[in-house]
């Protein structure tokens, strides 16, 4: 059961256009939303987050955008460099206080941002 | 001057073998956890200790056991290795809230 889906498994766009990544999730009491970026044999680095009393963040070139009622959540990224290349994966957690930081991760999306 | 590191990056071994994985953290954080990704890409927490306290522990055989000596390392041993063991696993860390620093990952081959 994937509570979070990252529907498309690539996505190539020219550099200095938008890239635009997508994730839909089930589980209605996710109220915490992360990206992640990973490289080839790294593993995942933090990029931009999101708490469900916002329906946007920005930091610099990355924009992640919250529909809660669609639960569905973007990434774009304005504009692209062929530095970022890389899978990108979307990760939510059900706030449950303390310690007890879960995150379910979705399959992943391979950005190729072509020169 | 790494935050997270693993040993070793690669391991290979057969079934049923005995096998660790070590994981270390120099940012100072309080939970540490254990992820799985599988031949489908899936990335599955496996585990969390939050100082030194097993705070999740997901639906994993009981042959795999976490050993968290100190805060700052959280080792993974795996016994009775089986093929569908075969994976990439990944140690992160964090200090509070959802941020998590992840390892450079260690691919596990059974043969």
């Known amino acids: 059961d994937q509570q979070v889906k990252q529907n498309s498994p690539s996505l190539s766009v020219q550099e200095g256009r938008i890239s635009i990544l997508n994730c839909d999730y089930t589980?209605?009491?996710?109220?915490?939303f992360l990206w992640y970026k990973k490289y080839p044999a790294e593993g995942p680095t933090f990029l931009i987050s999101?708490?469900?009393?916002?329906d946007k963040n920005e930091d610099g070139r990355f924009t992640v955008f919250l529909n809660k009622s669609a639960k569905h959540l973007s990434l774009h990224i304005v504009p692209s460099q062929p530095g970022d290349s890389a899978v990108y994966f979307c990760?939510?957690?059900?706030?449950?206080?303390?310690?007890?930081?879960?995150?379910?991760f979705g399959k992943g999306t391979l950005l190729t941002v072509n020169p | 001057d790494t935050a997270v590191s693993q040993t070793p990056k690669y391991l290979v071994t057969q079934m049923g073998n005995d096998k660790s994985i070590k994981c270390e953290q120099n940012?100072?954080?309080?939970?540490m956890y254990w992820y799985k990704q599988d031949s489908k890409k899936f990335l599955k927490i496996m585990f969390s200790?939050?100082?030194?306290?097993?705070?999740i522990n997901e639906t994993v055989p009981n042959r795999f056991s976490p050993k968290s000596p100190d805060k700052a390392h959280l080792n993974l041993h795996i016994n009775s290795l089986e093929l569908g063991d075969s994976a990439v696993y990944f140690c992160?860390?964090?200090?509070?809230?959802?941020?998590?620093?992840f390892g450079p990952g260690t691919r596990l081959t059974v043969t």
């Open positions: 589980n209605s009491m996710f109220d915490y």
């Open positions: 940012l100072g954080h309080d939970t």
């Open positions: 999101i708490s469900s009393i916002k």
């Open positions: 200790y939050n100082n030194k306290e097993l705070i």
């Open positions: 990760a939510a957690s059900a706030g449950s206080g303390g310690s007890n930081y879960k995150l379910t």
């Open positions: 992160a860390s964090s200090l509070t809230g959802w941020k998590q620093y």
